[in-house]
């Protein structure tokens, strides 16, 4: 922990767990330990940030984004 109180998150935590700049972390105290909780985002844009380049099809982008499902 920094001087200040920062922690730092590993990158591939926060690549896994899709934890970007502007996310919003909820920290809790559960019997003596330190939980954090990363806050669902109701942004399109944000539950579909990162997938782009990651072998979907911009199809498939798309209808995440309208929040469908054409693959039939």
Avoid: N, W
């Avoid at 926060?14 to 330190?34: A, K, M, S, Y």
């Avoid at 109701?42 to 099809?57: I, T």
């Amino acid at each position: 922990m920094a001087q200040r109180g920062r922690v730092t998150i590993p990158k591939q935590l926060r690549e896994r767990l899709g934890i970007r700049p502007g996310t919003v972390l909820e920290f809790q105290e559960d019997r003596g330990r330190l939980v954090v909780s990363k806050q669902e985002s109701a942004d399109v844009v944000d539950q579909v940030y990162g997938s782009l380049g990651k072998g979907r099809r911009t199809e498939d982008v798309i209808d995440a984004l309208e929040g469908l499902d054409h693959r039939g």
